[in-house]
């Protein structure tokens, strides 16, 4: 689960992520796409979006979000339900990217962070992206 850089830089530069109130996304995208830590910073770099039967551009709203500090870790967790897409068809799906959507603009909405799930598709059933036991991210504190 990497973070995406800029993302992290302007979480203390001025555009903050509210991970327990705002509306945190994951999206599908294609292997066209290529995520890219150090330049891609708003949803507008995460191109090449899946489209498909019961998959709706810019994804699914996560669920049950949480974020707690692990003092054995010393990590901070951020988890949520596991992002489903019911009775889907989606052919080429390669990553999951998990932003904010502020309701602004795609050029505004920053991207947190990607999974690279492999070559997937789905034909006429659900489509789950499971988190880590460990949570959707975590920021190591030491």
Not at 58 to 70: A, E, I, M, Q
Not at 87 to 105: F, H, M, P
Not at 131 to 141: C, N, P, Q, R, Y
Request: hydrophobic share 40%; aromatic share 12%; with cysteine.
């Amino acid at each position: 689960m990497p973070w995406f850089g800029l993302a992290m830089e302007r979480q203390f530069d001025g555009v903050k992520v509210d991970w327990l109130t705002g509306t945190i996304q994951c999206s599908l995208h294609t292997a066209t796409y290529t995520p890219n830590q150090d330049t891609d910073d708003f949803f507008n770099d995460a191109t090449n979006e899946v489209t498909g039967t019961a998959y709706t551009a810019n994804g699914v709203t996560l669920g049950t979000k949480t974020c707690v500090y692990d003092t054995g870790t010393d990590e901070i967790r951020l988890d949520a339900a596991d992002a489903v897409w019911t009775t889907a068809t989606i052919a080429s799906i390669r990553y999951a990217v998990v932003w904010e959507n502020t309701a602004g603009a795609s050029t505004t909405d920053p991207v947190l962070t990607y999974y690279d799930l492999g070559a997937q598709s789905v034909t006429a059933a659900n489509f789950t992206v499971q988190w880590d036991a460990t949570g959707v991210a975590k920021i190591d504190v030491t």
